[in-house]
């Protein structure tokens, strides 16, 4: 009787400390989470995120993972958007003009000529008037900005003609973001605005469906556009920053300091990759003056010419947000 109670007692020490084990293994699976952009893999954005996710799988000792898929694996921008706003991406990679058709507010920072240099598009996105973008964004949207990241100034790159002016973009085909205020920006320049897909730009260009296209140079020079254009056009029309963003749907995934620490990789990463990106600007601009010739065209034709265009959006954006910016 006692032999029997005996291994019945160590039957039940087994089985306990065989579910123990099982249990433990189970806590210590990491979640796993997706960032996706549309970035090539050598462009410094999917470099900075991939430094991001090292960082959150460090920090969380290896309790968070995050994959990054870079080049549109995952989707196009108007595809990751939406996904990341229903949880189906985790984290995503852009401009916030991919979500302003369902929060027509942050359409303010992609007006061209909205600023007036670097300087002052950081003193901007550093304030309270950005943060306020960033509060509505979240409520409309589903997704959560973690960090900005410097994306360069926006140039214009052209074939068989040079714009000098604002005039000389008269007729021309130019592929334009499927956003509304790039659409309308180069609709009031007189361009013919041609949504194409960020990946098939450059076969666009090649086959000359469109005459141009209009991107920084860190990635007019990664996407390899100057090799189908004749003239890179300095019109530093859009000062331009990328933001992480998270889904409500991955927030609801980790503890809050987990969460935190997401959000203090973000920073940390941004804060390494603005200044880096800010200093190798001009270097790529040197790179594609190789083959396409360089204009210094009359800025202040564009900026005369897209004035009236902040007419069409003034009641879109937040009241007073316009004002607030110009005196920044």
């Known amino acids: 009787m006692q032999k029997t109670l005996w291994k019945l007692l160590s ?6 400390m065989t579910l123990s084990v099982v249990v433990s293994s189970a806590s210590a699976e990491p979640i796993t989470l997706r960032l996706g952009h549309t970035q090539p893999a050598e462009h410094m954005i999917n470099i900075s995120a991939m430094a991001f996710a090292d960082m959150v ?15 549109e694996t995952l989707g196009t921008n108007t595809e990751l958007s939406e996904a990341c706003s229903r949880g189906d991406v985790d984290f995503y990679v852009s401009a916030t003009g991919q979500y302003t058709q369902r929060y027509a507010p942050f359409t303010i920072v992609e007006a061209f000529y909205m600023f007036r240099d670097q300087e002052h ?15 509505g964004l979240a409520q409309a949207c589903s997704v959560h900005i973690l960090a900005d990241l410097y994306y360069g100034a926006r140039q214009m790159t052209t074939s068989g003609k040079p714009l000098n002016t604002a005039d000389d973009l008269n007729g021309l085909k130019m592929r334009a973001a499927n956003e509304p205020l790039p659409i309308a920006a180069f609709t009031q320049l007189g361009a013919v605005p041609t ?21 920084p140079p860190a990635s ?28 409500d749907a991955a927030m609801k995934k980790l503890s809050q300091e ?16 603005n200044p880096k990106a800010v200093e190798l600007e001009q270097g790529f601009i040197e790179q594609i003056g190789q083959t396409c010739q360089i204009i210094q065209p009359d800025i202040e034709s564009f900026r005369q010419k897209i004035a009236p265009m902040y007419d069409q959006f003034k009641d879109k954006w937040l009241e007073g947000m316009y004002e607030e910016i110009q005196a920044m």
């Open 220 to 247: 007019i020079y990664a996407m390899k556009f100057f090799e189908v254009q004749d003239y890179l056009n300095l019109t530093y029309h859009q000062f331009q920053m990328l933001s992480i963003f998270m889904s």
């Open 57 to 71: 799988k460090e920090k969380t000792n290896g309790e968070v993972v995050i994959d990054v898929y870079p080049t």
């Open 258 to 273: 987990q969460i935190d620490i997401v959000y203090e990789c973000a920073r940390a990463v941004a804060a390494e990759h």
């Open 121 to 135: 598009m950081f003193k901007f996105y550093q304030s309270a008037a950005h943060d306020k973008l960033v509060e």
């Open 195 to 215: 949504p194409i897909a960020y990946n098939e730009t450059y076969l666009a260009l090649q086959q000359h469906t469109v005459d141009g296209q209009e991107n």
């Open 11 to 16: 039957l039940t020490l087994v089985i306990l």
